[in-house]
């Protein structure tokens, strides 16, 4: 495929001891020839493949020096893009790398788009869909585990299952094709029966185990949605801060101090949380704190972890107690803090209240308690066992919704072999779920898809 030369920075804006101007495509070569001049007269389009050289980057227009660089020149199909790349290396600073992308496009590059260069290496050919969206969790990965989850998957284990899959459908449909086309031996109909049901049950397992991967993986791509409940002035905000180790929100004395929900990112023992502080709940006639309230009611909805606060020196009430209905059914916390002050909280009743969770008791103000809380978050969750390792996790929600869409597909195909359902229709399942299964990957999905997803890049990448 031939595409115009696209140039971009590629390194983060800001002051850095080096950043680099990217530049891929046909004319990459000949744009860098222009305004490097390295020792001697050799020209960049002459030296080796993989190499790096020392210059200066002249600006033709008034032959000034605009830059000191190193250049590395790669040429296709062996690069990123598979396409000739040139990376300038400058000084790091705004001026420097924005000089030097400026001469590089009023030569003829095109500024590329965001992922643009990724694009080319899935356009090219290079790596599948899955693959480079792989490349966006790996920048946006929040922990070493995160980080290895994305890694895997750049690496292609998901696309190398997901390709085995599509592999044993088509020889599936092909086996019932080549039957077909015998319909005079007796015992054709019976072994095709058989055979269609041992492949669609063998592959609608392999996908049930991707499936149970989703939860955790993403878990571990996105963070684990973890919402602070309790009423007015328990200390929630005051748990944020401990948790990020960090003066985040807002604490006072007074109730109904958070108006709106903060969401701060911390990593908890491996555990990566979105964690959510809200405004109290209670009702209220303030009309701020009321819609702040609402938007607590909201995001409580869509939890994975629920911390619950209440207060040790304060009776328990019924504000407190619907509370605890609200969260029934899904995971929970139940931190009691303020223990550094004295008891009016009725303990037995929290107790039977909250039997099914896990009670902590802080004191934030004397910092006590964190460990436990901290100790109690990860065991809810990885209960020291997941490694991201060696396991191949399906994280994406794309990925996810793509996967059970095919699952049902080849469920439909099952129950119609065990219906007598026509062979036809069955082939016509079985053809869904090959299909679906390949838009994980790339193969078979609209452009407007591949656009929208690249676009979700930095810039330069
Ligand atoms: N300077 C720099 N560092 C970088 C990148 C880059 O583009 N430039 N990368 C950008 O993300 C990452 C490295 N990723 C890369 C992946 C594949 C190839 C590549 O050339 N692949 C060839 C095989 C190369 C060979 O055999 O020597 C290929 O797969 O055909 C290059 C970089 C991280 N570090
Ligand atoms: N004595 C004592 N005071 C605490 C403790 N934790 C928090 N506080 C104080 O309690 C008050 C309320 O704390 P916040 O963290 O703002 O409470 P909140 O639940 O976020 O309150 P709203 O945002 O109004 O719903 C502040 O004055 C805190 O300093 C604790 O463990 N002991
Ligand atoms: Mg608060």
Redesign the pocket.
Not at 77 to 80: G, I
């Given at each position: 495929m031939e595409f115009d030369t696209i140039a971009a920075i590629?390194t983060p804006m800001g002051e850095g001891a080096i950043a680099?101007v990217?530049l891929s495509g046909e004319e990459a070569f000949a744009i860098a020839d222009r305004l490097f001049k390295g020792l001697g007269s050799k020209k960049l389009k002459d030296v080796p493949s993989?190499t790096i050289h020392y210059g200066h980057i002249i600006d033709p227009a008034t032959g000034e020096t605009a830059e000191e660089v190193m250049v590395?020149v790669?040429r296709g199909?062996?690069?990123?893009t598979?396409e000739d790349?040139v990376?300038i290396n400058c000084h790091g600073g705004l001026v420097s790398v924005n000089r030097v992308l400026q001469l590089v496009l009023n030569q003829g590059a095109r500024l590329a788009e965001p992922g643009e260069?990724?694009k080319r290496?899935f356009l090219n050919g290079?790596i599948d869909l899955s693959q480079a969206e792989a490349?966006i969790d790996l920048i946006r990965a929040k922990t070493d585990r995160a980080m290895n989850v994305a890694l895997n998957q750049m690496d292609g284990r998901l696309s190398r299952l997901i390709r085995k899959l599509r592999q044993e459908i088509l020889e599936t449909l092909a086996h019932v094709e080549v039957n077909i086309d015998y319909p005079e031996y007796d015992d054709v109909e019976e072994m095709t029966h058989r055979m269609l049901l041992d492949k669609s049950r063998f592959v609608l397992k392999e996908i049930e185990k991707l499936l149970q991967t989703s939860q955790q993986g993403k878990i571990l791509r996105e963070g684990l949605s973890t919402v602070i409940v309790g009423r007015p002035n328990v200390g929630k905000s005051s748990l944020l801060n401990s948790l990020v180790h960090e003066n985040k929100a807002i604490v006072t004395d007074i109730p109904g101090t958070t108006r709106d929900v903060i969401e701060e990112y911390v990593n908890v023992r491996g555990v990566p949380l979105r964690l959510l502080d809200t405004a109290g709940i209670r009702e209220t006639e303030d009309i701020v704190e009321r819609i702040g309230v609402e938007r607590s009611r909201q995001v409580l909805k869509e939890a994975d972890l629920i911390l619950l606060v209440l207060n040790y020196s304060d009776d328990f009430t019924e504000e407190d107690r619907n509370l605890f209905r609200a969260v029934e059914g899904m995971d929970v916390i139940v931190i009691v803090n303020k223990t550094d002050l004295p008891q009016k909280l009725d303990m037995g009743e929290v107790k039977e209240l909250a039997s099914q969770y896990k009670i902590v008791t802080t004191s934030l103000k004397e910092d006590e308690g964190i460990d436990e809380l901290e100790e109690a978050i990860s065991s809810l969750f990885f209960s020291g066992s997941i490694e991201a390792g060696d396991m191949t996790y399906v994280s994406n929600s794309r990925h996810i919704a793509l996967l059970n869409q095919a699952k049902n597909a080849i469920e439909e195909a099952i129950s119609g072999v065990e219906m007598g359902t026509p062979i036809d229709i069955v082939q016509i399942d079985l053809t869904r779920s090959w299909e679906l299964l390949g838009e994980i990957i790339g193969d078979s999905v609209h452009e407007s898809l591949i656009d929208q997803l690249f676009s979700q890049f930095c810039l330069g990448?």
């Open positions: 590629s680099i990217r993989h590395s790669m199909p062996k690069t990123f598979k790349v990376e260069f990724t290496a290079r490349v990448k």
